[in-house]
């Protein structure tokens, strides 16, 4: 048996839902939305909005109407819920199920996960206001590759997605480019000049920088081999010189 412990140590297969043990719950969130989403609209419309209760109008009044009354339709639209219910529960470890066990709904079961782990609307809004911060003074560290301030840069974009705050693509474009050290303001300047900052995703300006980055490198790797040559050469030429000197010494 899995343990409890061990985030994600099931649903690797497409047919089943991510597992959540308490753990990484901003990745779990988005995943089992895409997983919902594939499998029907309306059971993440049940999440999203809430069950589907069907109703009849007396008199004045609105009143929930019997189960024995309920047309095919309406037991189309309430399955949906259920469906919803045991894609979450079958998607949690005990604990996390424990927590949602007596919820009614999916989307009480959906809510509940999300105050849990991600806190009421204050503490929402003061984890934005930090990674915005943290997106606002991001910076290039001196030494890191494209591909580690890559890693900073979407966890903290993604964070904030996940929170409902959402840069335009064009912001993200001139924020990377803005960030990057003074030795890649050259490229900078040539994506800026070359290429329409408004139509360009986000992961081709990471990959045409990593494409740079790769480029300086064998330069570099070139640089030092031709340094280490000129340096055997040199020395081989001095040797050569001393041995002559000492012949010369030898036959006089």
């Avoid at 037991?75 to 949906?80: I, L, T």
């Avoid at 919803?84 to 604990?95: C, F, P, R, V, Y």
């Amino acid at each position: 048996m899995a343990s409890t412990n061990f985030l994600f140590s099931e649903g690797n297969s497409i047919n089943r839902p991510p597992i959540f043990n308490g753990e990484g719950y901003h990745y779990w969130k988005s995943r089992m939305q895409i997983f919902i989403e594939a499998i029907d609209l309306n059971i993440w419309d049940a999440i999203e909005i809430g069950p589907f209760i069907p109703t009849i109008v007396v008199g004045h009044e609105i009143k929930n109407l019997p189960k024995d009354q309920w047309s095919e339709d309406d037991r189309r639209k309430v399955q949906y819920n259920l469906k919803a219910k045991n894609i979450i529960t079958s998607a949690l470890g005990i604990d996390e199920y424990f927590r949602i066990s007596n919820c009614k709904s999916a989307k009480e079961m959906w809510d509940t996960l999300e105050v849990t782990h991600e806190g009421t609307n204050d503490v929402k809004r003061s984890r934005i206001n930090t990674l915005t911060h943290e997106y606002e003074l991001f910076r290039m560290n001196q030494n890191e590759s494209i591909q580690d301030m890559q890693k900073r840069f979407t966890h903290i974009i993604n964070h904030l997605a996940s929170l409902g705050k959402v840069f335009p693509n064009e912001d993200l474009i001139n924020k990377v480019l803005r960030c990057l050290s003074r030795e890649w303001q050259p490229k900078v300047t040539a994506i800026a000049e070359s290429k329409d900052l408004t139509t360009m995703s986000l992961a081709s300006l990471f990959g045409k920088l990593q494409e740079h980055e790769m480029e300086l490198m064998r330069l570099s790797q070139n640089e030092n081999s031709d340094k280490k040559k000129k340096s055997i050469a040199l020395k081989a030429s001095s040797s050569s010189h001393e041995e002559n000197e000492k012949d010369d010494n030898i036959k006089e």
